[in-house]
């Protein structure tokens, strides 16, 4: 189990790593879209010698490395038709988790506090039935291709919830792999979930994108559900930018790629509203296409 590298380590050129931000289920859908599309257009970047993987973005990790784009980009548009805002009436509605969640950040001190903050509030609902546990996991396990941690390397991002540490899971930690997606997935809402006698919050609570670990890697693809953008004060340097600045200043090439203008309505506060799932998908298929190109320099 590793935590935040405490320096920049040397960076080696042939190396390239994707990145996987956190989103939602309209993120999810959107960044398997993307990666398909870039594969349709010859540009596989389900072959980065790392990927790392943030709520969300850690279920596409380990979904990418079991199943071919392809495939997941057409179960996505094969599911059931959804009604919309289908999703949104389990647990609390999004608009008063971010009200919440929005209190907190503004009466944290610094990310540290704001995250010992998050993980007690979290921790309040532990004994919730149904929010957590065996339930949870299964529902989790059910969305991978295969519950085995692959050989390609991948880093799954969450919070300690009773310390506000970040933690970052691979396939040395003696976690399951259903374990460190459900860890690093129990967003807003939900009791904190359970690994032993520990308990694990959404890891974009450390950073949405958690490109910074990618440290080292000559290039740096990095998907952001979200664009980039962030909800805890500037200052801190939790956003993304700060995160592409630090990987430039250590000498990785960086590329990032974000929703277009014309999609935004499908993330944020309607990332859990399920009907939206295929045309952010279907998006994210066409500007994935559509980048190919342009990235196949940089990636290659």
């Not at 959404?202 to 994108?209: A, I, T, V, W």
């Amino acid at each position: 189990m590793n935590t935040t590298p405490s320096s920049v380590p040397h960076v080696t050129p042939a190396t390239r790593a994707l990145v996987l931000g956190g989103g939602g289920a309209t993120g999810n859908a959107w960044e398997i879209g993307v990666v398909a599309g870039l594969s349709e257009a010859g540009l596989d970047v389900t072959a980065a010698d790392l990927i790392i993987g943030t709520s969300a973005g850690s279920t596409v990790a380990a979904q990418i490395s079991g199943t071919s784009p392809a495939e997941l980009f057409a179960a996505i548009l094969a599911a059931s038709p959804q009604p919309a805002g289908s999703g949104r009436g389990r647990g609390p509605n999004v608009a008063g988790l971010l009200e919440k969640t929005g209190r907190i950040i503004a009466a944290a001190e610094d990310p540290a506090d704001m995250r010992r903050r998050l993980g007690a509030a979290a921790l309040e609902l532990d004994a919730t039935p149904g929010s957590s546990g065996p339930t949870r996991r299964a529902v989790v396990a059910a969305r991978l291709p295969s519950q085995d941690w692959p050989q390609r390397p991948i880093l799954i991002v969450a919070v300690d919830a009773h310390t506000g540490e970040p933690v970052v899971f691979d396939r040395d930690s003696g976690v399951d792999l259903v374990d460190a997606v459900a860890a690093s997935t129990s967003g807003p809402g939900a009791a904190p979930h359970r690994i032993g006698d520990n308990r694990y919050i959404d890891g974009g609570y450390r950073r949405n994108e958690n490109a910074d670990l990618a440290a080292g890697f000559g290039r740096v693809l990095v998907l952001s559900p979200f664009g980039g953008r962030s909800r805890v004060p500037l200052a801190w340097g939790s956003q993304l930018a700060a995160q592409v600045d630090e990987l430039r200043a250590g000498g990785s090439k960086v590329e990032t790629i974000f929703p277009d203008s014309d999609s935004e309505h499908m993330f944020g506060a309607n990332a859990v509203d399920l009907s939206l799932r295929p045309p952010a998908a279907r998006v994210g298929y066409h500007q994935g296409r559509a980048l190919a190109g342009q990235l196949a320099d940089f990636w290659r």
